[in-house]
């Protein structure tokens, strides 16, 4: 009997793992998740955006709009940095970063001081911001390959019923 054929390639395969680890977060607008791996194509690390570690979700803001302070931005951390926070020390250098979202000058400056050498992205729908712009500099400057993913699929189905296993 010949292997399947039709199994997930690497790429597919690991922006599955970011996408998934974004269900994790409960930010109302926008989840993120993010998969770090190295060249052996070995998970490092995973996470999603979400607040810190001891600020509950329950007290800090999830709105997008008004007074800073009063809205999500200065509390979130993106999911690359939870990532590589996530790592446990791990050594980053030369791995690839899988994320669904490019990521913003913030994360760029982490991923490039954690020696990251590859972000692979599927969406780049705030291309023309300034943060983003940013954000390409200083890969560009620092040697990151920046990869658009294209997948062949558009969806992969994750079934949970022990009945199908």
Not at 125 to 142: E, V
Request: glycine share 6%.
């Amino acid at each position: 009997m010949p292997k399947r054929s039709d199994y997930l390639s690497w790429d597919e395969y690991f922006m599955g793992v970011a996408i998934l680890s974004s269900y994790r977060s409960k930010d109302p607008n926008t989840q993120v998740g993010a998969c770090i791996v190295n060249d052996r194509n070995k998970i490092m690390s995973v996470g999603y955006n979400g607040f810190p570690t001891g600020c509950s979700d329950d007290q800090f803001p999830w709105e997008r709009d008004g007074e800073a302070y009063d809205t999500k931005y200065p509390y979130v951390c993106h999911a690359e940095l939870n990532a590589i926070l996530n790592n446990a020390g791990a050594n980053l250098e030369g791995c690839r970063i899988y994320v669904a979202l490019f990521p913003c000058n913030e994360c760029a400056k982490a991923i490039i001081q954690c020696g990251i050498r590859e972000v692979v992205y599927l969406s780049d729908k705030y291309a023309d911001t300034p943060m983003t712009r940013a954000s390409k500099r200083m890969f560009n400057a620092a040697g990151v390959k920046l990869t658009k993913l294209e997948p062949k699929r558009k969806s992969i189905v994750i079934d949970l019923d022990e009945t199908k296993v």
